[in-house]
């Protein structure tokens, strides 16, 4: 692609090249493929017209008798042993093979699958959370009971829906290491441990991942931070970030920012641009009037860009993406619950570089070159990169010490309902959650 020449000087911290690392730790012949696997994965059965499996099916003593175990040690995996039913299933076991056996065994592994797979929290305890996880396509319970059954192997066929990410095995190892009688403790650790099977079981080679109460981002690639960067996410209430999984399709070097109505109309800004071209200049906003009256601004890129220097293109239907700020000061504060739901990040510049980079809009020089010029520019990707925004209260921080962050959101609580409660035996996977698209001030909170 052709580079923009620079024009304008930017200060060295502001145009960090990527590091090192990211381009090491990237093979050059990885293919799309092997860089996301949910993502073919999902087109393929789209595609697969071969009816699943029956949901109900013969079971030999032998794989009762494996199933049975399976399910006494489930706490290990955070869920509880009380949800299924052990002792129907062990007396229908003791009478021999019969319809009532391969009615309550398939019963039984299909409820784990549900759980392993999608989580055993209910939809509706899962506020704001609008992730369409792929693994109920991917791994089709009647599929699985099939597969279990015909090879014997029921451990393993329920072991491959845990989640691959390393941060599930370390809050596993840390349940497994919490006394029973810390209850509080192990519930927490139970519902962080659920919140990871409510996305997909794989998240890709490369991607980005951002813990909201953490306020921190990361660049992963094979399941490795390569970088992180300090966040500001949304402030309590409407304007809370939401849980997403979406992709990074481009990069928006020198943003231009259209300034909502709002602000133009409910704060006067339009009529102040056009009364005071000076002000409006030095603060880089430009406005035209209809001639309806309606008054449309735009800040221009420079210093002063409330977008900062770049954004990530990041399309969905929540107008949530991330990007720079100018009020780099933010980033030094405690708690940084402090935006409309977008989700400004640190390092701005160098994110975005590498992003354009692994993403193969562009060669090191040339974003470099773009990001310097000063000049609106959109780059886009040749493969769009795998970004989630997540909700974890115990989780490893970015130097792998197991953590509890601040619940602030209150999203806690209705899961930690749920396990309270018995399990939700016809659960629906339909997100039912509010979409709250919010006009991005991203002013607020500087």
Same mark, same amino acid.
């Given at each position: +692609?052709?580079?923009?020449?620079?024009?304008?000087a930017i200060a060295q911290d502001e145009t960090d090249s990527p590091p090192e690392s990211v381009e090491a730790s990237v093979p050059e012949d990885t293919s799309f493929e092997e860089a996301f696997p949910q993502m073919v994965a999902s087109e393929v059965v789209?595609?697969?017209?071969?009816?699943?499996?029956?949901?109900?099916?013969?079971?030999?003593? #032998?794989?009762?008798?494996?199933?049975?175990?399976?399910?006494?040690?489930?706490?290990?995996?955070? /869920?509880?042993?009380?949800?299924?039913? $052990?002792?129907? &299933?062990?007396?229908?076991?003791?009478?021999?093979?019969?319809?009532?056996?391969?009615?309550?065994?398939?019963?039984?592994?299909?409820?784990?699958?549900?759980?392993?797979?999608?989580? !055993?929290?209910?939809?509706?305890?899962?506020?704001?959370?609008?992730?369409?996880?792929?693994?109920?396509?991917?791994?089709?319970?009647?599929?699985?009971?099939?597969?279990?059954?015909?090879?014997?192997?029921? /451990?393993?066929?329920?072991?491959?829906?845990?989640?691959?990410?390393? *941060?599930?095995?370390?809050?596993?190892?840390?349940?497994?290491?919490?006394?029973?009688?810390? #209850?509080?403790?192990?519930? $927490?650790?139970?519902?962080? +441990?659920?919140?990871?099977?409510?996305?997909? !079981?794989?998240?890709?080679?490369?991607?980005?991942? #951002?813990?909201?109460?953490?306020?921190? /981002?990361?660049?992963?690639?094979?399941?490795?931070?390569?970088?992180?960067?300090?966040?500001?996410?949304?402030?309590? %209430?409407?304007?809370?970030?939401?849980?997403?999984?979406?992709?990074?399709?481009?990069?928006?070097?020198?943003?231009?920012?259209?300034?909502?109505?709002?602000?133009?109309?409910?704060?006067?800004?339009?009529?102040?641009?056009?009364?005071?071209?000076?002000?409006?200049?030095?603060?880089?906003?430009?406005?035209? !009037?209809?001639?309806? %009256?309606?008054?449309?601004?735009?800040?221009?890129?420079?210093?002063?860009?409330?977008? %900062?220097?770049?954004?990530?293109?990041?399309?969905?239907?929540?107008?949530?993406?991330?990007?720079?700020?100018?009020?780099?000061?933010l980033f030094e504060k405690a708690g940084r619950a402090l935006s409309h739901g977008c989700i400004r990040t640190e390092k701005a510049l160098e994110l975005a570089i590498t992003m354009a980079i692994l993403g193969k809009g562009a060669s090191k020089e040339e974003?470099?070159?773009?990001?310097?010029?000063?000049?609106?520019?959109?780059?886009?990707?040749?493969?769009? &990169?795998?970004?989630?925004?997540?909700?974890?209260?115990?989780?490893?921080?970015?130097?792998?010490? +197991?953590?509890?962050?601040?619940?602030?959101? %209150? !999203?806690?609580?209705?899961?930690?309902?749920?396990? *309270?409660?018995?399990?939700?035996?016809?659960?629906s996977n339909v997100i039912d959650d509010e979409v709250i698209v919010i006009e991005n001030d991203p002013r607020a909170g500087a």
């Amino acid at each position: +692609m052709a580079a923009i020449a620079a024009s304008g000087a930017i200060a060295q911290d502001e145009t960090d090249s990527p590091p090192e690392s990211v381009e090491a730790s990237v093979p050059e012949d990885t293919s799309f493929e092997e860089a996301f696997p949910q993502m073919v994965a999902s087109e393929v059965v789209q595609g697969d017209l071969t009816p699943p499996g029956p949901l109900v099916q013969p079971w030999s003593l #032998t794989n009762a008798i494996t199933l049975i175990a399976f399910i006494e040690g489930i706490a290990a995996e955070g /869920l509880d042993p009380l949800d299924y039913d $052990l002792e129907a &299933l062990k007396v229908a076991l003791s009478s021999g093979p019969s319809d009532e056996l391969d009615a309550l065994a398939s019963k039984n592994f299909v409820w784990l699958v549900e759980d392993l797979r999608d989580g !055993r929290t209910p939809q509706h305890a899962r506020k704001q959370w609008f992730v369409v996880d792929p693994d109920r396509d991917r791994f089709r319970t009647g599929d699985l009971l099939t597969e279990a059954l015909q090879t014997g192997d029921i /451990l393993g066929t329920l072991a491959q829906l845990n989640p691959t990410h390393p *941060d599930y095995t370390r809050l596993k190892e840390e349940l497994a290491n919490t006394p029973e009688s810390e #209850t509080d403790k192990r519930k $927490l650790i139970r519902a962080n +441990m659920d919140r990871w099977r409510w996305l997909a !079981r794989d998240l890709g080679t490369i991607y980005l991942i #951002t813990n909201v109460p953490e306020y921190q /981002l990361r660049l992963t690639v094979g399941d490795k931070i390569i970088n992180t960067y300090r966040t500001i996410v949304g402030k309590p %209430g409407r304007t809370a970030t939401p849980q997403l999984a979406e992709t990074v399709s481009g990069v928006v070097f020198n943003p231009t920012w259209t300034v909502p109505q709002s602000i133009v109309k409910g704060e006067g800004l339009g009529e102040r641009v056009l009364n005071n071209p000076a002000w409006a200049k030095r603060n880089g906003y430009t406005a035209t !009037r209809g001639t309806n %009256g309606w008054i449309t601004v735009v800040q221009q890129p420079g210093p002063g860009n409330s977008l %900062g220097r770049m954004k990530l293109e990041m399309p969905n239907r929540h107008a949530i993406f991330f990007h720079d700020t100018p009020s780099r000061h933010l980033f030094e504060k405690a708690g940084r619950a402090l935006s409309h739901g977008c989700i400004r990040t640190e390092k701005a510049l160098e994110l975005a570089i590498t992003m354009a980079i692994l993403g193969k809009g562009a060669s090191k020089e040339e974003a470099i070159e773009i990001a310097t010029s000063g000049k609106y520019t959109k780059v886009m990707n040749e493969r769009e &990169l795998p970004a989630y925004i997540t909700y974890f209260t115990m989780a490893s921080d970015i130097n792998g010490e +197991m953590k509890t962050f601040k619940d602030i959101y %209150g !999203r806690d609580a209705p899961v930690l309902a749920s396990l *309270d409660k018995p399990r939700v035996k016809d659960r629906s996977n339909v997100i039912d959650d509010e979409v709250i698209v919010i006009e991005n001030d991203p002013r607020a909170g500087a």
